[in-house]
Nanobody, 123 residues
């Protein structure tokens, strides 16, 4: 199984960003998939998840409520995370992960992880 994130980088506060995650080596439609982030010096935290049935859970983080949208494209075997109105406190390494089943905000529920991609938001 391979999980590869892309789309990060340096952005300005107020910008929007779309992260992508290409997943290969498993039946993409059979698994829930999520996004996590890890700010510098802090623990990894769940951002959003989308189940294999398309149910979206995008309210895991109070700090990001109303600013994130998670989506998946089965044909491309790709997971997306759109973040609007980026803030400097959104600076973190963002990870894509494949869930054992369904969705959870907890990292130990996920079985396959990408290497992560850095998002840095300047003020």
């Amino acid at each position: 199984v391979e999980v590869v994130e892309s789309g990060g980088g340096l952005v300005q506060a107020g910008d929007s960003l779309r992260l992508s995650c290409k997943v290969s080596g498993l039946n993409f439609d059979s698994y829930g998939m999520g996004w996590f982030r890890q700010p510098p010096g802090k623990a990894r935290e769940g951002v959003a998840c989308i189940s294999q049935y398309g149910a979206r859970y995008d309210d895991y983080l109070d700090a990001m409520k109303g600013r994130v949208n998670i989506a998946r494209d089965s044909a491309k075997e790709t997971l997306y995370l759109e973040i609007d109105n980026l803030k400097p406190e959104d600076t973190a390494k963002y990870f894509c992960a494949v869930a054992a089943a369904g969705c959870s905000r907890f990292a130990n529920y996920y079985t396959h992880w990408g290497q992560g991609i850095q998002v840095t938001v300047s003020s």
